[in-house]
């Protein structure tokens, strides 16, 4: 493996421990990690707002357990098997949200990705809007200069975990997406 693929996998686990994000599960087929938070503004979703500060599950990839992308670009294949396990990783979440006491007060699930684009057709986008995430713009924190810093660390991720799926993709073309549904209507969903 490449020395900086190396540093890079390190500073990663190290990073998702100083912001809590937790591997919930032991099943090997579970792509997901969570990570309690806030909710960094209102969040207007079809089923009504949740106001900024709630109390929110964050999602995040276990990027060791990500299906690689074949080197030839994603396929049929690879896109029906990533939406199994993401379907089965959202049930395991909302059976652990259901099991969790600490978990019971939430208000909604969701987070932050640059894998999917507004601006055009996306076959990621049209996935999240069929598992029931409302797909909106992201709401920038720490501005330009901020999302420029997630984005690059976001693909050098990329590069570490998944190297096929940067190609066609630079850093200056990344663009962060926000997707987000009740708490109520997650584990009506998922549970």
């Known amino acids: 493996m490449h020395p900086l ?39 207007a979703l079809p089923e009504g707002t949740v106001p900024a500060g709630a109390k929110v599950l964050f999602l995040h990839m276990w990027n060791d357990r990500a299906p690689l992308i074949p080197e030839q670009g994603p396929d049929l294949a690879w896109a029906l098997h990533s939406r199994r396990l993401m379907h089965h990783s959202l049930s395991a979440v909302a059976e652990h949200i259901k099991k969790e006491p600490s978990l019971k007060d939430i208000q909604a699930v ?16 049209a996935m999240l809007n069929h598992l029931g995430f409302a797909v909106f713009p992201y709401y920038r924190p720490a ?44 584990l009506e969903k998922y549970g």
């Open 143 to 186: 501005g330009a200069f901020g999302e420029f810093w997630e984005n690059f660390y976001t693909w050098w991720l990329m590069w570490t975990y998944n190297p096929a799926s940067t190609k066609g993709r630079s850093l200056w073309g990344l663009q962060r997406t926000e997707f987000w549904m009740t708490a109520k209507t997650f």
């Open 110 to 125: 969701g987070g932050i990705t640059a894998h999917i684009t507004l601006a055009a057709a996306d076959g990621g986008r």
């Open 5 to 43: 693929r190396v540093i890079i996998r390190r500073f990663d686990r190290w990073l998702s421990r100083q912001y809590r994000v937790q591997e919930f599960t032991a099943d090997p087929t579970v792509i997901m990690r969570i990570q309690v938070g806030k909710a960094p503004h209102d969040l």
